[in-house]
């Protein structure tokens, strides 16, 4: 992050941030590939860390996956009801909420290595309790311990990843966590069809192990040490990030000088948040979140199957369909994601999950006339895959990129949790309406379901900034103006 960062002394403004750094910027450009903190390099700690992070994501897209395959082996092996098992599904995120509204919190306090640790024991008891339960009860109270670690996760491991990668690499990094749920998702799905489900939820204890050892042997987040007056340790925490040899003179200098000047104002509480100079940040981060959701992806995605049954099609073809979609597509958004920038592959990404909605919707609009009968369940089919593969492209993965990058370091507790607390509300709110969508209308669902598709397209395209290959600095400075002191 060297290449265009402030130079040293003082800051009484972030706004300085930008004329700083566009004089750096070309003061540097001669410099090609040395290291110089924070350029494009990537070291083995970088990618450990990283690694070691997203075994987090897994988690989460495995307890998510996790009701799918299970249903009917809990259902006879415990005698639950159709109710019973419901609660059971749907308490994960009344955890997730829970733990989203104390994730920003106990993450300014213990840092972003403690908050995963933490986070991990209460999965680790969950799975635990889901293997050894005799009864519903049990069940669920191992259900919302799931929910209440992934809640935790779902705000850290992006936070974490953002702040110890390089800029020109950040996107691509943090979009690796959107990765992991996918892959964490689909191997429960998989998984579950050849095993029992106590053995199931035991292998769900693998990765929630995995990233509590790996935890001893990465760094703590150096803006966050920066945060807490610890400029040794993280000056330290840097280096070893960016290689025995790498000068990082210029990046620690940019991260103290940015905090410092933050630190000039009160800490932060949520009534704060709601001050004008946050306002873009808020909107973006918020916004993004709420698109995201209300576009219908829970719908689809716990309703995959009866979607296609309604439609005409088998289930079970179209959901490994999607599953076959979304790994890869997923996989190329990380690819594109610092090549393209975040704003074009939004905007497509969107745009596509505005086709594959309005596909369907034709697909059960011809179903309700009567017309080309033969065909709806093919056009079903293609408008799912449509939206899925779109949704995995950039939907899924760069809202989180974006939330991780727009916030300031000391609001960031506060709006990130916030931001988490939107996401799974949304997630709550569709999952429970789909089904009354459905039968009040299932053409008009997806049709209303395309219209905020194709909302997202303009609201990224007026308000979401471009953060590819900028620092968090620059970006919060532009977004978050404070008046010189």
Known sequence: ?????????????????????????????????????????????????????????????????????????????????????????????????????????????????????????????????????????????????????IGLLAYVVPIYIAEITPKDIRGAFTTVHQLMICCGASAMYLIGAFVPWRILALIGTIPCLFQLLGLFFIPESPRWLAKIGRWKECEAALQRLRGENADISDEAAEIKDYTEALQQHSESNIFELFQWKYAHSLIVGVGLMVLQQFGGVNGIAFYASSIFESAGFSGSVGTISMVVVQVPMTALGVVLMDISGRRPLLMISAAGTCLGCFLVALSFLSQDLHKWLEFSPFLALIGVLTYTGSFSLGMGGIPWVIMSEVFPINMKGTAGSLVTVVNWLGSWIISYAFNFLMSWSSSGTFFIFSSICGLTVLFVSKLVPETKGRTLEEIQASMNPFSAK
């Open 1 to 149: 992050m060297g290449r265009e960062n402030i130079e040293e002394g003082e800051l009484s403004s972030p706004l300085v941030l930008d004329n700083r750094s566009q004089i750096r910027g070309r003061d540097d450009a001669s410099v090609g590939g040395d290291e110089q903190g924070g350029g494009s390099s990537v070291t083995t700690v970088v990618v450990i860390s990283t690694l070691v992070a997203v075994a987090g994501s897994y988690v989460f897209g495995s307890a998510v996956g996790y009701s799918s395959p299970t249903q009917s082996g809990i259902m006879d092996d415990l005698g639950l009801s159709v109710a019973e098992y419901s609660l059971f599904g749907s308490i994960l995120t009344i955890g997730a909420m829970v733990g989203a509204i104390m994730s920003g919190r106990i993450a300014d306090y213990t840092g972003r290595r403690g908050l995963m640790g933490f986070s991990e024991i209460f999965c680790i008891i969950g799975w635990l309790a889901i293997v050894f339960s005799k009864a519903s009860w049990w069940l669920d109270v191992g259900r919302l311990l799931v929910g209440y670690g």
